[in-house]
Antibody, heavy 121, light 111 residues
Framework: QVQLQESGPGLVKPSETLSLTCIVS????????WSWIRQPPGKGLEWIAY???????NYNPSLRSRVTISVDTSKKQFSLKLRSVTAADTAVYYC???????????????WGQGTLVTVSS | QSVLTQPPSVSGAPGQRVTISCTGS?????????VHWYQQLPDTAPKLLIY???NRPSGVPDRFSGSKSGTSASLAITGLQAEDEADYYC???????????FGTGTKVTVL
């Protein structure tokens, strides 16, 4: 079955750019939407962005100005860049596949194990 | 930024039934968008529990059930077990945000 694995630095300095990659294994990256979701320590879940394998994207309005999501189908991976980070961006970052039959009722399954990114000098 | 409201916590004795509400608005659940539920065990990634309001993925016990009505949805756990102690989140789509939203999360405690 499909498995997702996040990778990237665990520590980023304030004002710098957070960069993460999610590698897809055990299945195809094509024909699906893929998302990034984050969870600050002890808090709830926040959807960040999604990308279709063709490159169509959508972003959470609260993060849109600082986020870029991209996909590399040849490497079966998609990536997240979050610019000008602050301590408020400290969180566990998850990648997930989106499933569903219509454009508005997608759910997230499966999820990667998550990677903690701490913003600190 | 959560636009879906859940009770912070619910608890029950083993074998009891508990329900978790997820209250939205006319721009998400009330607009007809489906609701999905996730279980997050301590220090693990969320796991899909219910999709499209009422459907259970393969492997999810039938003790878990979902429903939706109006601007709200609910998750019920019958025959509560110690292993059900976890955080639960609802999720839907919001037309104003033009994106996906999660509930505030509910911690289930088995007494």
């Amino acid at each position: 079955q499909v498995q997702l694995q996040e990778s990237g630095p665990g520590l980023v300095k304030p004002s710098e750019t957070l960069s993460l990659t999610c590698i897809v294994s055990g299945g195809s990256i094509t024909s699906y939407y893929w998302s990034w979701i984050r969870q600050p320590p002890g808090k709830g879940l926040e959807w960040i962005a999604y990308i279709f394998y063709s490159g169509i994207t959508n972003y959470n309005p609260s993060l849109r100005s600082r986020v870029t999501i991209s996909v590399d189908t040849s490497k079966k991976q998609f990536s997240l860049k979050l610019r000008s980070v602050t301590a408020a961006d400290t969180a566990v970052y998850y990648c997930a596949r989106m499933m569903g039959g219509t454009g508005s009722s997608y759910w997230f399954d499966p999820w990667g194990q998550g990677t903690l990114v701490t913003v600190s000098s | 930024q959560s636009v879906l409201t859940q009770p912070p916590s619910v608890s029950g004795a083993p074998g009891q039934r508990v329900t978790i509400s997820c209250t939205g608005s006319s721009s998400n659940i009330g607009a007809g968008y489906d609701v999905h539920w996730y279980q997050q065990l301590p220090d693990t990634a969320p796991k899909l529990l219910i999709y499209d309001n009422t459907n259970r993925p393969s492997g999810v016990p039938d003790r878990f059930s979902g429903s939706k009505s109006g601007t709200s949805a609910s998750l019920a756990i019958t025959g509560l077990q110690a292993e059900d102690e976890a955080d639960y989140y609802c999720q839907s789509h919001d037309s104003i945000l033009s994106g996906y939203v999660f509930g505030t999360g509910t911690k289930v405690t088995v007494l």
